[in-house]
């Protein structure tokens, strides 16, 4: 008898969570709350982005990437020659994106009144008004972008949330697919680095 009770106990157990997880889905509150969980992760220190491209397989950037800002702004990459770039792809219906933004929103505070490093979010929503309401409601004032043309491949990780680091000379010496915590004083000293 306990054994149908507990079988029956477990399927009512089974059914709330599956529920609860439609519910998130299907009122588009699941990557909201999934992304709040994620966030909780990062706060723990232990995803810290990759910054140990040797020199031998750091790659040149292409700055043939076309950018529009939310004010319908165009930007090319081009135009950032010269400057280390912060580039981060991201989408308002992705998790990780969301957690790891406001490491980099902290991180974006520090360096904004700085010329000499730039941030580069570009957003790979189908639908940019999303984007726009997710900046918006969050508080974030980073600079924001969305594609004005063709991803070039070397930024085509398949994958998003992903981030590269742009030197002042050209080369890509940071990838980090998935997300990560861009706020420690070791990746400060790390973009700082990368204007020598």
Do not use: H
Not at 1 to 14: F, G, L, Q, Y
């Amino acid at each position: 008898m306990s054994k149908k009770k507990s079988a029956k106990r477990n399927i009512i157990e089974w059914l709330i969570i599956l529920g609860t997880i439609a519910i998130l889905y299907f009122t588009g509150l699941y990557s909201a709350v999934i992304g709040k969980v994620q966030e909780g992760i990062l706060l723990t220190g232990i995803m810290q982005p990759d910054i140990n491209i040797p020199l031998n397989k750091q790659q040149n950037a292409d700055y043939n990437l076309n950018l529009i800002s939310f004010n319908n702004a165009e930007l090319s990459l081009e135009e950032l020659k010269g400057k280390v770039i912060f580039l981060n792809f991201w989408a308002s219906w992705c998790p990780p994106c969301r957690a790891e933004m406001p490491t980099i929103q902290s991180l974006y505070n520090k360096m904004k009144n700085r010329d000499d490093i730039v941030f580069v979010m570009v957003s790979l929503d189908n639908d940019s008004s999303k984007a726009k309401a997710f900046i918006k409601s969050s508080n974030f004032d980073f600079p924001v972008y969305f594609l004005n043309g063709y991803l070039p491949k070397i930024y085509d990780s398949g994958t998003i949330p992903s981030t590269y680091v742009i030197s002042k000379q050209g080369k890509i010496v940071a990838k980090e697919v998935g997300m990560a915590d861009y706020n420690t004083s070791k990746f400060i000293d790390f973009l700082n680095n990368q204007l020598l």
